[in-house]
């Protein structure tokens, strides 16, 4: 079996590292957690929890809900043009002024609107940009690409993990014209238990050292660093997959040729 190049065990090392990271963060809050039931502990933190109560009764006064939503989804069409922020904020201001499950809906179809803009937006620029990328980078392609039209599992695997770029793995199954519908559902369902978590945390923001705003965040830390951990799986596996076709490929090459008769020689 070949060995793997530098840039994949780079990239696997850093799906390990940061499952790892995000496992000891979720294991840091727990203890935090734990300490705050100390009343030594949180009667110093309570004194900076009158400001945050006063802004919390701000958000609950506000009038103007439906311009709030209008906002947010201007927010959400922005971010799908550019990457001048990132989704968090987003997710933590609905989650600050909508109750959790307004939050969820509201953000659910703001990334579906966004997966949408994106996926069409990589259909219109065509396959011919990112062939020239992908070229110049063989280990992604090796990973994304599945008989050239994109592969599903590797999508899951990519929307669950938090620092894949969101509208650039859009762009590029929209240059793959994988079915739309097939996209959106599973970039959809993978980014849910992401989206229910921070509508828990940015509901209890103002009180951020609460079991109520802590447990949600430790669910979110554990959740991606399994989603790592599965997408380096899926990224090991696709690998090697791609490399036993290729290998498939050239072997059945080798015996087309030696098989081939040689010419008569000419009299």
């Known amino acids: 079996m070949p060995e793997k190049s530098e840039k994949e065990i780079f990239i696997l090392k850093l799906f390990k590292a940061s499952g790892i990271a995000c496992f000891i963060a979720a294991a840091a809050f727990t203890v935090i957690g734990i300490m705050l039931r100390f009343d030594s502990v949180y009667s110093h933190y309570s004194q900076y929890l009158v400001a945050l109560e006063q802004l919390e009764q701000k958000v609950a006064a506000l009038q103007t809900k439906w311009l709030i939503i209008i906002v947010i989804f201007l927010l959400y069409l922005l971010r799908a043009l550019s990457a001048i922020y990132p989704f968090t904020i987003v997710f933590i201001i609905s989650a600050m ?157 080798a015996k087309a040729e030696a098989s081939e008769e040689p010419l008569p020689p000419a009299n």
């Open 97 to 253: 002024v909508f109750s959790p499950v307004e939050s969820f809906l509201i953000n659910t179809l703001g990334m579906a609107l966004t997966f949408a803009i994106r996926y069409y937006t990589g259909i219109e620029m065509g396959e011919g940009y990112w062939n020239k990328v992908l070229r110049r980078h063989p280990t992604i392609h090796s990973i994304v690409e599945a008989n050239g039209r994109g592969n599903p599992i590797v999508l899951l695997a990519l929307r669950v993990v938090p620092f894949c770029p969101l509208n650039t793995v859009s762009h590029l199954y929209g240059t793959f014209e994988f079915p739309f519908w097939q996209y959106m559902l599973i970039s959809t369902a993978a980014v849910m238990p992401r989206l229910i978590s921070y509508s828990f945390i940015g509901k209890n923001v103002y009180d951020p050292l609460s079991s109520s705003f802590i447990i949600p965040l430790i669910v979110l830390l554990a959740f991606t660093g399994c989603a790592l951990f599965f997408a380096r799986t899926v990224i090991l596996v696709t690998l090697h997959m791609s490399r036993r076709s290729r290998r498939n490929a050239a072997a059945k090459a």
